[in-house]
């Protein structure tokens, strides 16, 4: 049955540096991340990697479905939108383990598969923003448009320090952890709060995240 959306209310060590000896002894998140994305992905990467799919045809397979997400959004499907969100987000994590296994990494693969990304994030969260547009909730317009400008800055400074020659995965908050947020609130979407809530973590936590890159890309000083 269709839902009205939203029924809400205002009421490793880098090329060029070693981190610190400190920073070391803490767990090493990319690290963590990798081995988790390794158990989900792996055995259908090894699937896939028979057949003729290439890394590129699933970077943009995740963006259509990203595009699907947002159309349900719009729609007013909060709980399609959600499990397409994360099934989209699965297929962003495929293309580059695909791309390593069959040795395909390539320069434009990695810029094509970094844009789609940005571009997938954006257009769901742009349908968002329009639903409480309509609804005139000016708290979901706010942490929206907050959203998309701290989730954009926390990829743009990888961007910009990688650009340097300086690895930037610090950070607590990254891409996965935004789409599994956002998933979340869509699937919970018809409790009040729960979209609300989520937007105002996605913005915290990359605020956060912000703030931990600048600092990690400043502790690095050149090689001798």
Same mark, same amino acid.
């Given at each position: 049955?269709?839902?009205?959306?939203?029924?809400?209310?205002?009421?490793?060590?880098?090329?060029?540096?070693?981190?610190?000896?400190?920073?070391?002894?803490?767990?090493?998140?990319?690290?963590?991340?990798?081995?988790?994305?390794?158990?989900?992905?792996?055995?259908?990467?090894? /699937?896939?990697?028979?057949?003729?799919?290439?890394?590129?045809?699933?970077?943009?397979?995740?963006?259509?479905?990203?595009? =699907?997400?947002?159309?349900?959004?719009?729609?007013?499907?909060?709980?399609?939108? =959600?499990?397409? $969100?994360? /099934?989209?987000?699965?297929?962003?994590?495929?293309?580059?383990?695909?791309?390593? %296994?069959?040795?395909?990494?390539?320069?434009?693969?990695?810029?094509?598969?970094?844009? %789609?990304?940005?571009?997938?994030?954006?257009?769901?969260?742009?349908?968002? *923003?329009?639903?409480?547009?309509?609804?005139?909730? *000016?708290?979901?317009?706010? %942490? @929206?448009?907050?959203?998309? $400008?701290?989730?954009?800055?926390?990829?743009?400074?990888?961007?910009?320090?990688?650009?340097? =020659?300086?690895?930037?995965?610090? =950070?607590?908050?990254?891409?996965?952890?935004?789409?599994?947020?956002?998933? *979340?609130?869509?699937?919970?979407?018809?409790?009040?709060?729960?979209?609300?809530?989520? %937007?105002?973590?996605? /913005?915290?936590?990359?605020?956060?995240?912000?703030?931990?890159? @600048?600092?990690?890309?400043?502790?690095?000083?050149?090689?001798?």
């Amino acid at each position: 049955m269709k839902r009205r959306l939203f029924r809400l209310s205002e009421s490793g060590s880098s090329p060029v540096s070693k981190v610190s000896s400190k920073s070391q002894s803490k767990i090493n998140l990319p690290r963590f991340r990798s081995s988790i994305a390794l158990r989900f992905t792996g055995p259908v990467v090894r /699937v896939l990697a028979r057949t003729p799919v290439t890394p590129n045809f699933l970077s943009w397979a995740g963006f259509i479905l990203a595009l =699907g997400a947002a159309a349900l959004v719009i729609a007013g499907y909060p709980l399609a939108a =959600g499990i397409v $969100v994360l /099934v989209a987000g699965f297929f962003d994590s495929l293309d580059g383990a695909l791309a390593r %296994l069959t040795k395909r990494v390539t320069p434009f693969g990695a810029v094509l598969d970094a844009t %789609l990304d940005r571009l997938s994030e954006a257009v769901i969260l742009l349908a968002i *923003l329009a639903v409480y547009a309509i609804q005139q909730s *000016l708290l979901g317009v706010l %942490l @929206v448009g907050a959203a998309l $400008v701290t989730s954009l800055l926390v990829s743009y400074i990888r961007a910009r320090a990688e650009a340097q =020659g300086l690895e930037c995965k610090a =950070g607590i908050f990254t891409r996965a952890e935004r789409v599994v947020i956002l998933a *979340l609130g869509l699937l919970l979407s018809h409790f009040t709060p729960a979209l609300l809530i989520a %937007l105002a973590v996605i /913005v915290v936590f990359s605020l956060v995240t912000i703030i931990q890159r @600048v600092v990690y890309v400043w502790r690095q000083k050149p090689a001798a």
